[in-house]
């Protein structure tokens, strides 16, 4: 099953929601609320980290071989 990427909103009226149970007592639901946060926490850091992944794939081609910062420095320095 997929699911959107949650919203702020969503995932603040999620920690609201277990706060109100945890403070009427019902610690099993809070228990519960707090494991689909840390779920949906987790899910978000592995999309963003595949993002990165992919990025760094895409723009590998681009950077590879291109000058250092010291190769640049002496090509400026021996036009002088």
């Not at 706060?19 to 610690?27: F, M, V």
């Not at 519960?32 to 794939?57: P, Q, W």
Request: glycine share 4%; net charge negative; hydrophobic share 40%.
């Amino acid at each position: 099953m997929a699911c959107d990427p949650a919203s702020a909103e969503s995932i603040r009226q999620l920690r609201e929601l277990r706060d109100r149970a945890s403070q009427r007592g019902d610690e099993c639901l809070a228990a519960l609320l707090a494991g689909v946060d840390l779920f949906v926490a987790v899910g978000r850091e592995l999309e963003l980290l595949e993002a990165m992944r992919r990025l760094a794939h895409d723009v590998r081609p681009a950077v590879e071989n291109t000058p250092t910062a010291e190769d640049l420095r002496r090509l400026y320095e021996r036009d002088s």
